[in-house]
C-alpha cells in the first residue's frame, strides 16, 4: 500500500474556504475496457467543470485515490489549475480490488488535509469522498469495520462518503458502507461525464453556501441505472 503522508511545507495560493473532494477509484481488471476509457474521458471533463467557475476553480479542491490490488494517491488535494494530469493518466487497469484499503487512505488524506486547513487558517466545509467501484472487495477485506469508520465519519461531519456502483458491484457491501443521507449510487458507466458534471455542479453549489445552509442538489436520473435521486444535505463548515 501507497504511503499517505501529511502534506508539509505547502503554502496555500489563496485563503477562500476550501471544498475537499477525494476520488476513490476502482482500477482492477473489471474496469478494463469501457469503463476504464469512460471514466478516464470523465475526469479529464471533471476538470474542465471545475475550471469553468470562479466558485469552484479557486476553492474546490481534488485529490485522487486508485484501488486495485495496491493503492495509490495519483493526486494529492489540489485547486484544479494545480492537479498534475501528466505521468499518471490515463489511469490504468491491473490487479483485484482491495476497497477498503483505498477509502481508508482516502479518509487519511481527509484528516491530514483538515489539519493543513487549520494550521493555515483555512475555513472548510465537510469533506466529500466519493467512490467509484464496478467489483466485489478482496476476499478477508474488513468491510464491517470500514461500515463503521463511515458510520462514526458521517455521524461526527468528519467527511460525507458517496458510494457510487457501476454495472457489476456488489449491491449488498454498497448498502453496508453507505450512510442515509447518501445511499449507493448505481451508475451507468457509459455516462461518467454526465457523472462527473453532477459532481462539479454538486460541489458549485457546495462551495457558495453558508453555514448550516440546506444544499438541495440535482436529480441524477440522467446517468443512473435506476430511479436514484438527489435530495437535501445540509453543509456546515468546520
Known sequence: MTQITPFQGETPENFDTRCLCVLVLDTSYSMEGGPINEL???????????????????????????????????????????????????????GSTKLVDGVRAAIKIVEDRKQWYRNNGIGFFRPWIVLMTDGYPDQGQDIDGLANEINIGHKGKHFAFLPMGVEGSD??????????????????????????????????????????????FETVQDFTRTGWGGGDFTQTPI
Do not use: H
Not at 447518501?182 to 451507468?188: C, E, K, M, T, V
Open 171 to 216: 449491491q449488498n457491501i454498497m448498502n453496508k458502507i453507505s450512510t442515509p443521507e447518501f445511499p449507493p449510487l448505481p451508475i451507468d458507466w457509459q455516462k461518467f461525464d454526465n457523472v462527473f458534471k453532477w459532481l462539479s455542479n454538486s460541489l458549485d453549489k457546495v462551495s457558495q453556501s453558508t453555514e448550516g445552509e440546506v444544499v438541495k
Open 40 to 94: 478516464n474521458k470523465g475526469l479529464l471533463g471533471f476538470g474542465d467543470y471545475l475550471k469553468s467557475k470562479n466558485s469552484t476553480r479557486f476553492s474546490v479542491e481534488v485529490s485522487i485515490i486508485t484501488f486495485n490490488s495496491t493503492i495509490e494517491c495519483v493526486q494529492e488535494p489540489a485547486l484544479v489549475d494545480n492537479m498534475d494530469t501528466t505521468d499518471k493518466f490515463p489511469l490504468k487497469i491491473k
